[in-house]
């Protein structure tokens, strides 16, 4: 009788085991996205890049790409708040400004464009000047 329970236990305990050995974290559900957005498979890449927000809230990857991925599909508000979602976590993520810009530009937001695109280029400078500074 408690041989049988022991063999539960174990199958229970196993699969368990199993199931957190197979589960990704937030990172590499982005690279996944990634690989999916390499061969143009765009639906399993969102899939990948939801997972990776899910996974961690505060993981910029996953709303920058997601945003891409809006903007190919032409749902360019949902475009903008993934952007939005990438500078609440890093105001000086540059390429969030420009893809925010950009996507504010096909919107016909043309001064909402102008003025990302302006910190863009504010930023982008700044960087430059520290990698210029460190080569030296």
Known sequence: MIR???????LILLG?????????NS???VKEGLE???HQQYDPAKKAFLKAIEKDANNADGYYSLGGIYNYQKKFDDAEQAFKSVLQIDPTHHNAWYSLGYTY???GKKEEAEESY?????LKGEIDSIMSQEKH
């Open 105 to 107: 530009e096909l919107m």
């Open 4 to 10: 049988p329970f022991y063999k539960f236990l174990a």
């Open 118 to 122: 302006k910190k863009y280029r504010r």
């Open 16 to 24: 368990m085991i199993l199931t957190q050995c197979s589960d990704k």
């Open 36 to 38: 999916h957005l390499s």
């Open 27 to 29: 990172g590499e559900y």
